[in-house]
């Protein structure tokens, strides 16, 4: 299927890695132009160059930490200047470290919220002249399952995620018709945070080694296996693409059916 994305330009945040990376590629593999970004020059440079493999268009990397707001601004600023247009925001974040209810302090609730809000909230900002211009364009935030069932050992995660959702809902009507909106909420894929909350649970003692990890991640979920993070790259592409024309405002999970939640 041809998404019709060729010669757009697209931002995804966060995209050195994991579901960001595996978004970037999607879109760049349809014919969009992508600036891909991350804290790591480094692995930034590599995943240019991965991204680069499979794209028909200009992929281009910028350095900035999503947490500040002059550079979450310089990175939509970048993209106008690499591309000469912004039609597609994709918002993605590495997420917190995992607590119980009562574990967290007063510093990682707040930090938690300006990396997984105010992040958003930033590109959505300084994004928003450029998306509703030239016929107009998407957004589509990356969040997670724990919006609708909630993991509690993972709680700033279930609890400050709830406020994208949110946010994505008001956009969907306040932007619309130029803009849609709409969020993708992951289950485990192998990726390199599921990584880092498998070796969490074993340092903790809550599992006896990583590969337990790996079996109880899979466990329930009736496909039989983690997501390949190009599963969620091509549901993101899509949501981008003028063939989701008229899905604006929606919350898609994408867990291999392991979620219980009938909503």
């Known amino acids: 299927m041809d998404l019709k994305l060729e010669g757009n330009a697209a931002l995804v945040t966060a995209s050195s890695s994991g579901l960001g990376k595996a978004s970037a590629k999607a879109l760049a593999r349809e014919g969009a132009d992508v600036l891909v970004n991350g804290r790591d020059p480094e ?3 590599e995943a240019v160059d991965e991204i680069g493999s499979v794209a028909s268009g200009a992929v281009v990397g910028h350095t900035a930490d999503i947490t500040e707001k002059a550079e979450v601004e310089g990175l939509v600023t970048r993209t106008v200047e690499e591309f000469g247009r912004l039609d597609h925001l994709v918002t993605s974040a ?9 574990e ?23 994004a928003a002249p450029h998306l509703r211009a030239d016929g107009g364009g998407t957004i589509v935030t990356i969040t997670s399952r724990t ?47 599921i990584e880092q909350l498998i070796e969490y649970a ?8 990583y590969e337990a990890g790996l079996e109880d991640r899979t466990e329930d ?12 790259g091509d549901l ?11 899905v604006n405002g929606q919350a898609v999970t994408i867990d291999g059916g392991a979620g219980s939640s009938t909503l």
């Open 202 to 209: 074993v340092e903790r003692g809550e599992i006896e080694s």
């Open 104 to 126: 967290a302090d007063d510093e990682e609730w707040y930090a938690t919220y300006d990396l997984l809000v105010m992040s958003v909230v930033r590109a959505v900002r300084a």
């Open 147 to 193: 919006v609708k069932e909630a993991s509690p050992g993972n709680v700033l995660s279930s609890s400050v995620r709830m406020g994208v959702i949110g946010l994505e809902k008001t956009l969907s009507k306040e932007l619309a018709p130029a803009v849609r909106a709409n969020a993708v909420l992951p289950g485990s894929h192998e990726t390199p945070r």
């Open 221 to 232: 979920v009736p496909v039989g296996r983690l997501g390949d993070p190009m599963e969620l």
């Open 43 to 45: 692995r930034l440079e």
């Open 236 to 246: 993101v592409a899509y949501l981008s693409s003028p063939r989701s024309g008229y």
């Open 94 to 102: 590495g997420g917190p470290a995992p607590f119980r209810p009562l």
